[in-house]
C-alpha cells in the first residue's frame, strides 16, 4: 500500500466549477501537507502548504487537512482553464522526505 | 533567481549507453534531491544529498545508478548501463535547509528515452 493515495482522474470541468481534490495518507507521523501544481512537461511548483489539520486559503485555492481521517483536500474556487494541470499531494513528517500521490490530471473546459 | 536548472530537458540513448543527467540548484540551497517520474509509480525520490553529502540513496534502484555532488552548484545522475525500463522524467529539486516546510523548488526535468 502506497503512503499516500490519490484518484489519478482525470477530472473534467467547466470553467467557473469548483473543483474538488483529495488524498488520504496511512502514516500518522506524517504533520506537513502539501499541494504541488504541474504543468505539462514542467517540474512540479509548490501551489499550497499546511501544517496539522485545519483550513489554509490562499485565492482561490483552499486546502484542508483532517488528520483524524488522514485526508488532505484541495477546492479550486471558480476555476480557468489556466488551472488545467496535474494536481499532486504530498506529505511529510519531520525529516526531509515528501511522500507524494499519484496526482489527478484536471482539465477545465473554456 | 535562475530556479533550479537541469540539463538535458531531453535525452534519447540507445541501451547499453551511459547516460548523464545534471542539476544546478538555487544558489544557497544545501539540500538537494533527485527524483523520478513515471506515470505507473509516480515520483520517486532516488537520492537526497544534504550540504554535498549523500544522506540517502536507499531509492537508487540498483547499482547501475550513481549520484555525485562535488560542490555546491553541481550535481549529477549517472546510469550505466542504461535499460529502457529508466526511461522516465527525472528531476532534480533543492531547498535551504530550514525551510523544510514550504517544500522543494523542482527543475523542469530530464526527459530520458532508452530505445
Known amino acids: 500500500q502506497k503512503e499516500v493515495e490519490q484518484d489519478p482522474g482525470p477530472l473534467s470541468v467547466p470553467e467557473g466549477a469548483i473543483v474538488s481534490l483529495n488524498c488520504t495518507y496511512s502514516n500518522s507521523a506524517f504533520q506537513y501537507f502539501m499541494w504541488y501544481r504541474q504543468y505539462s512537461r514542467k517540474g512540479p511548483e509548490l501551489l499550497m502548504y499546511?501544517?496539522?489539520?485545519g483550513n489554509k486559503e490562499d485565492g482561490r485555492f483552499t486546502a484542508q487537512v483532517d488528520k483524524s481521517s488522514k485526508y488532505i483536500s484541495l477546492f479550486i474556487r471558480d476555476s480557468q482553464p489556466s488551472d488545467s494541470a496535474t494536481y499532486l499531494c504530498?506529505?511529510?513528517?519531520?525529516?526531509?522526505?515528501?511522500?507524494f500521490g499519484a496526482g489527478t490530471t484536471v482539465t477545465v473546459r473554456a | 533567481d535562475a530556479g533550479v536548472i537541469q540539463s538535458p530537458r531531453h535525452e534519447v540513448t540507445e541501451m547499453g549507453q551511459e547516460v548523464t543527467l545534471r542539476c544546478k540548484p538555487i544558489s544557497g540551497h544545501n539540500s538537494l534531491f533527485w527524483y523520478r517520474q513515471t506515470m505507473m509509480r509516480g515520483l520517486e525520490l532516488l537520492i537526497y544529498f544534504n550540504n554535498n553529502v549523500p544522506i540517502d540513496d536507499s531509492g537508487m534502484p540498483e547499482d547501475r545508478f550513481s549520484a555525485k555532488m562535488p560542490n555546491a552548484s553541481f550535481s549529477t545522475l549517472k546510469i550505466q548501463p542504461s535499460e529502457p525500463r529508466d526511461s522516465a522524467v527525472y528531476f532534480c529539486?533543492?531547498?535551504?535547509?530550514?525551510?523544510?516546510?514550504?517544500?522543494?523548488?523542482f527543475g523542469s526535468g530530464t526527459r530520458l528515452t532508452v530505445v
Open positions: 499546511t501544517y496539522s489539520s
Open positions: 504530498a506529505t511529510r513528517s519531520n525529516d526531509y522526505k515528501l511522500s
Open positions: 529539486a533543492s531547498i535551504r535547509g530550514g525551510e523544510r516546510l514550504y517544500g522543494y523548488t
